[in-house]
């Protein structure tokens, strides 16, 4: 499987392709990245959800060469968060575990968001390490104030990696955003047309990765020393389920 012509051809050759539950498929590039697509529609998040992406995380591990992970999806939205039963149930927390570990996953992390990301949506691309958006069609919105589900155990990271209006009208708010807007507010990175999208994501991979290499057991280290309050937020979530 390949994607891409002439000189880009080579970079975006894909090894086997790793198939897990609930849409999600795991190839890595010639150039040793982790592309992880979500194929199922709308992408609700749910247990099935979870344990496969933690899967498809497992595999990524696994692969000593991989210099870096981008997760993206197809068609309308990356992912329209959590699906209700799952939102309201006993095993919510399954969804934080996962995001907790994408925030200090050892290598670089970068979400191409294709679509919508709603909700839980929003809150897995806000893990990763970079953003790239792709406009002209989409949002970007934490619409939790709306369904009446709170946000307690990620508004650290928010207030981590958000500035004030921002953190505000996102978390607060409910606010929407496209890919401009989500660029100029530092929501997202980059803001991308949708044929450049992947592309683009790669480029800020090699901005970090391309001249050296990161040691993972550091790399990990250093996430959860940065985003402290983050990891301790998700302790004592976890404390208290005991």
Known sequence: MSQGTGKAKGR??????????AGIELTFTGDNIAILRMRNGENRIDRIFTEAFNKALDTVERNSDCRALITTAEGKFYSNGL????????ERYLFGL????VLTFPVVTVAAIN???FAGGALLALYHDFRVMQTKRGWISLNEVFIKAPLSGSMPLIRAKLSGRASHDL???????TAEEARDYGIVD?????????????????????????????????????????????????KSRL
């Open 171 to 177: 978390a607060v708010l409910g606010k929407r955003y």
């Open 98 to 101: 996962l995001c907790l570990r």
């Open 12 to 21: 975006w050759c894909y090894k086997m392709a790793h198939m897990f539950n």
């Open 83 to 90: 699906n209700l039963d799952f939102l309201k149930g006993k």
């Open 190 to 238: 980059v803001a991308s047309s949708p044929e450049d999208l992947m592309s683009s994501a790669r480029s800020l991979v090699n901005q970090y990765t391309s001249k050296q290499k990161y040691d993972r057991d550091t790399l990990k280290a250093f996430k959860e020393d940065l985003y402290r309050e983050v990891v301790d937020a998700y302790s004592s979530l976890m």
């Open 115 to 117: 679509g919508h990301a």
